[in-house]
């Protein structure tokens, strides 16, 4: 008889006769690794966990990490609306009521004032729409330099009567003549846009009836028809149907938890908001939503699957061994094992991703297996023996070390890690238990 055959033998012997310590220890252990699991496994939602920590894309992510707030997740806030100053007036009442939550949320994001940007705004524009401005400033140049020259009311009202003028006698007599020559000389000149006098008036007569709000009345001369200052810093897509705003949670907890917190008040925030706001839709999306959700919902799932899983093993043995007492302890003995894996996970891994966190289904269809050759061969042993304790000596003698080193070779090969020396130091392994049973 081999070393580990006789240790073997020594270690059931000593177990069958010292049951209830070993069903204390058991039981104890099995306590002990669902509270550590309960207060110390975590839950990575990170994506980027499911692949190698050397692969170049965890790399460039880690390197673009302090470009997205300092590394920090945040919450997109979506908001559809017939009109893009009804989503101005929703998220305006959205951010006082987000920034009066400390607990749930560190900051918020809703717009970029233009004006810190003025000193660079032709940096940002387009090639095509810089040579638009240049043959706007072209079209007005004596405009221009007729204000700067005298920079008063009176004069810039005479230099505007006088520009409109040039450029309706020149549209009453050139301009029913669609002649190249005529239009270069002319210097491309078009009717005078009356929305520039439109708005110089509007200004004038809010000044004197003291409104607060001023407009320039430049923008409509140089800048986009539908340009509006009030709406400039805001975050819209698809031509203003959407506006976006960005919310970092402030996490409560370690993982996931303290953030997923965050999520719910937010929409609940969002939801009290659009009561007062019919006709608009908005939500919440981006990255760390989709995690939480993700998440959550595998969580979940996982649970109910669990349960579900356990069930059916149960259900199947009472089917196929014609009792009830046998199979709960089969079921006993499978929610001890998924303990004791969960406890060992926590210890040494310490975090569960989105595939790792479907495990423990697995582990009720996969560890029943040994349970049942154990019974099987009980059922066996047991015709026509009351012995119990006799028995047990000859399962356990018979078929016991069998089971044992099946498990632990299977468990080897479950936990085969991918790279070349690891496959073959884990293979040796299993050769090794397979040649003492």
Not at 154 to 160: A, C, I, R, S
Not at 372 to 395: K, Q
């Amino acid at each position: 008889m081999n070393p580990i055959s006789r240790l073997l033998r020594l270690w059931v012997s000593w177990v069958l006769i010292r049951p209830c310590l070993i069903l204390t220890v058991a039981g104890a252990m099995a306590l002990a690794s669902v509270v550590f699991t309960v207060a110390k496994l975590e839950m990575v939602t990170d994506q980027l966990e499911l692949i190698a920590i050397d692969h170049p894309l965890i790399r460039l992510s880690n390197m673009l990490d302090p470009f997205r707030m300092g590394g920090t997740s945040s919450l997109t806030v979506v908001i559809q609306a017939p009109e893009p100053d009804r989503a101005v007036d929703f998220i305006k009442q959205l951010s006082s009521r987000i920034k009066e939550d400390q607990g749930h949320f560190k900051d918020l994001i809703v717009r970029i004032d233009p004006d810190s940007f003025r000193s660079w705004q032709l940096l940002y524009m387009e090639k095509q729409d810089l040579l638009d401005l240049q043959k706007k400033i072209d079209q007005h140049y004596q405009l221009i330099q007729g204000f700067s020259e005298r920079p008063d009311l009176l004069g810039f009202l005479k230099l505007v009567n006088r520009e409109m003028s040039s450029r309706m006698v020149g549209e009453l007599f050139t301009g029913f003549l669609d002649i190249k020559e005529i239009d270069e000389k002319t210097n491309n000149k078009k009717p005078f846009d009356l929305s520039f006098l439109i708005v110089t008036l509007e200004g004038m007569h809010s000044y004197l009836h003291d409104a607060p709000s001023f407009k320039s009345p430049w923008s409509s001369l140089f800048a986009d028809a539908g340009y509006d200052s009030e709406l400039a810093g805001y975050f819209w897509e698809a031509d203003k149907r959407y506006l976006l705003a960005f919310v970092v949670p402030n996490s409560t907890e370690s993982g996931f938890l303290g953030t997923r917190e965050a999520l719910v008040r937010l929409r609940k925030l969002i939801q009290d908001t659009k009561a007062s706001f019919p006709g608009i839709k908005a939500g919440v999306t981006g990255l760390e939503a989709l995690r939480i959700d993700e998440v959550s919902t595998v969580s979940q799932d996982m649970a109910l699957a669990m349960w579900l899983s356990l069930a059916g093993v149960f259900i199947l043995m009472v089917l196929f061994l014609g009792s009830f007492r046998r199979p709960c302890l089969q079921c006993i003995t499978i929610i001890t094992g998924l303990s004791w894996t969960f406890g060992w996970t926590t210890l040494f891994i310490g975090h569960l991703n989105i595939l790792s966190v479907v495990f423990a289904p697995l582990l009720c269809g996969l560890g029943v297996d040994y349970g049942i050759h154990w019974l099987a061969r009980f059922e066996e042993e047991s015709l026509g023996d009351p012995d119990t304790r006799a028995v047990l000596e000859r399962v356990n003698e018979r078929s016991g070390y069998g089971i044992l080193l099946a498990g632990l070779s299977g468990a080897l090969c479950k936990a085969i890690i991918p790279g070349s020396k690891t496959k073959s130091c884990n293979c040796a392994v299993v050769k090794v238990l397979h040649s003492f049973s």
